[in-house]
């Protein structure tokens, strides 16, 4: 808590001297918080006021093209920028374009729980072909996966047959130590 006397100064330094918050908090050796709260209470804002931007003129022509071209590379738009007399750099314009993107919509997942022994998830690879003495064959890979424990199994084998598939099963319940 600071006395009143404080408030006052803090109030004056802000309004009549035009002292930034920082400068204030330093000069009475308080918080710049401290000096914020007083501000609001008082019902002063103590930001700064926002400068204009080399970019604003120019950014109805960007929501415009990222609405038409959402996947345009920000280097292009900087380039069109440049071209309708844009004199900024590529780096800020670059930070300020990342915000104008349309977001996509977030995509909504359930997480399922699995208690162990529950659930595995199996599924095959294909890996290429393998070139073996004259012949040249398919390269699979078995993988089976916990859900519980995300423990992992990997078999390749040379084709896709059932026997193949059944075979990766015994493996890796044999692995596991499962049925």
């Avoid at 006021?49 to 280097?75: C, G, V």
Wanted: charged fraction near 25%.
């Amino acid at each position: 808590m600071i006395d009143n006397s404080k408030e006052a100064e803090i109030s004056r330094l802000f309004h009549a001297e035009k002292w930034p918050v920082g400068t204030i908090a330093s000069e009475l050796g308080v918080h710049h918080s401290v000096v914020e709260r007083v501000l609001d209470k008082a019902g002063t804002t103590a930001c700064p006021s926002i400068r204009p931007s080399m970019i604003d003129p120019y950014l109805p022509f960007i929501r415009e093209t990222l609405e038409k071209h959402p996947h345009l590379r920000a280097s292009r738009v900087y380039d069109m920028c440049v071209a309708r007399g844009y004199v900024g750099g590529p780096d800020h314009f670059r930070h300020r374009l990342a915000g104008l993107r349309p977001r996509r919509a977030a995509e909504a997942f359930l997480r399922l729980p699995a208690l162990p022994a529950e659930e595995a998830q199996v599924d095959w690879g294909h890996f290429g072909r393998v070139v073996i003495g004259a012949s040249n064959r398919q390269l699979m890979a078995f993988v089976m996966v916990l859900s519980w424990s995300r423990m992992i199994y990997l078999r390749f084998f040379l084709g896709a047959p059932m026997e193949c598939f059944l075979r990766g099963h015994v493996g890796a319940f044999e692995r596991f130590g499962g049925v």
